[in-house]
Structures are given as structure tokens and as C-alpha cells.
């Protein structure tokens, strides 16, 4: 059903930026400043890549703390809490352990899709690449990547400032000891289902494909590329300026992270 509105993509002029490790709250930060200049024409449509000095538990824009971050634990293994401005479930996210990427995109894009639809079709070259690599994937509404080996990621969406903001984090590797120390949530879902590894839900990239993360990466890039055309950008110094400014008055405020929704 999707594939009707694949002409859309190579109307618009793609941009590239491959991230550079920042800390927790200026990636989220920047997320925010690049769908403002999306929305407002400052800035073409833009793919990026993130990338982080740090492991850090990520709530959604409609999630507590409390409910879904064991606190002691974050503190005692010293990585940071962030919110997102996205919905969607509490993650742990290690550096070197996950893939995530944003598309910042005109409302035009989705013009006409259902919400579900939106999902699949700003996934969908990703589902691609991964395929590709001979990996059995597919997209699972509303927002999973899942493949015969188990889950790869999911992603979270959000329409505001004139823009789609969609970002999806896929698991490379796993280290479900963490995860199940910081998110409350992970031990529900686990005793919900009767079992005993998360490593059992999760199908990482690496085991399905014995491939380095960044070779992954690059796939998808060439993917997105060949498809739709792709030109190799940056941050901005203002946007990046931008970025570290909210970071600081809103994103590693505890006003923002520990609000209750």
C-alpha cells in the first residue's frame, strides 16, 4: 500500500548528516531545532545519524520517570535520564550497542497517510537495506523493525513545528543486565511474557548479520542514497549554537525530564 506515495521522496533534495558524539540531551535537543528549520524552509529535508558520548535511559514525551526509570540504578551505574519529544516506551541505549536516525520531513511527505501508514513508509527504504544484508525483515505496526530472528527497533513520531520529526533506534548489540537494572519496564514485560531473557525478544544486527555496526550504517546510507539521492551535509554553527542552548534550558533540566505528563 505504501509504495504508492514511493515517488514522493526524490522530490525533494535529501540532506546527510553523520552525527557527532554529543551528550544525551543535545542529541534530543537537536532534533527539536532541525524539524523547527524543516518546518519553517530554513533547511531541506534532512536524514540523520546519531552519534553519543554516553549510555543513557530515554523516556517518551508522555512517560514518567517514576513508572518507568529505576533511579537508584541509573545513578549507581551513572547514566543520564533524557525525554524525548516523542511518544512511544523507555529505551536504554548504549554507544556502540544501537543504530539511531532522525528524518526531519515535510508534512507534504505523509500528505494523505494514516498515522500506521506514516510509520511503515519513512521505514521503508530501511527495511531495504536490511534485506539487503539478508536479514528476513519486516515493518510490524505501529512502530517495530522485527525480523524472523526477533525484534530489531521501533520507532517514535511527532508532527509539530510545521514538520514530521521520525526517528527509529535499532539494536546492533545487547546488554540485557542493564536494561533490566534501569527499566521498570523491561521486568514487566519480560514476567508479562513468561521469559526470562530479553535477549530472547530481541534479534541484534550483529548476531544476524555478523557484520561492524558502522558497515550496517553505510548500507543504509547507500540505500537511502541510491534511492532517493542523498547530499552530504553538516550542522550549521547556528544550529548547532541552537542546540546547546535548549539542551541546557530544556532537555538536561529536570523540569523536562522529570515532569509528569
Known amino acids: 500500500m505504501i509504495e504508492r506515495f514511493e515517488d514522493r521522496w526524490p522530490q525533494y533534495r535529501w540532506r546527510l548528516i553523520r552525527g557527532e558524539p554529543v551528550a544525551a540531551p543535545v542529541n534530543h535537543a537537536v532534533d527539536e531545532v532541525l524539524t523547527r528549520a524543516v518546518g519553517t524552509g530554513r533547511r531541506e529535508p534532512t536524514l540523520r545519524f546519531w552519534d553519543r558520548r554516553q549510555p543513557e535511559v530515554v523516556i517518551g514525551r508522555f512517560q514518567s520517570v517514576r513508572n518507568e526509570v529505576d533511579e537508584d540504578a541509573a545513578r549507581e551505574l551513572d547514566i543520564p535520564i533524557t525525554r524525548r519529544i516523542t511518544g512511544g516506551g523507555a529505551m536504554y541505549v548504549e554507544v556502540p550497542n544501537v543504530i539511531t536516525y532522525s528524518l526531519y520531513v515535510p508534512l507534504d511527505l505523509v500528505a494523505g497517510m494514516s498515522f500506521v501508514e506514516s510509520y511503515a513508509f519513512l521505514d521503508h527504504w530501511v527495511i531495504r537495506a536490511l534485506q539487503s544484508l539478508g536479514i528476513d525483515a519486516w515493518y510490524e505496526p505501529i512502530n ?118
Open 144 to 261: 517495530d523493525i522485527t525480523s524472523s530472528g526477533g525484534k530489531i527497533g521501533g520507532a517514535a513520531q511527532a508532527r509539530r513545528f510545521g514538520a514530521v520529526l521520525h526517528h527509529t533506534t535499532m539494536s546492533y548489540d545487547i546488554n540485557s543486565d542493564r536494561m533490566l537494572r534501569v527499566l521498570r519496564i523491561g521486568k514487566e514485560k519480560l514476567s508479562d511474557k513468561g521469559i526470562t531473557s530479553a535477549a530472547k525478544r530481541v534479534g541484534p544486527l550483529r548476531l544476524q548479520t555478523q557484520l561492524p555496526r558502522q558497515t550496517i550504517i553505510e548500507r543504509m546510507i547507500d540505500e537511502f542514497r541510491t534511492s532517493y539521492g542523498l547530499i552530504d551535509d553538516q550542522l550549521t554553527e547556528d544550529e548547532l549554537s541552537a542546540a546547546q542552548d535548549l539542551a541546557t534550558n530544556k532537555f538536561a533540566t529536570p523540569e523536562w525530564t522529570f515532569a509528569v505528563p
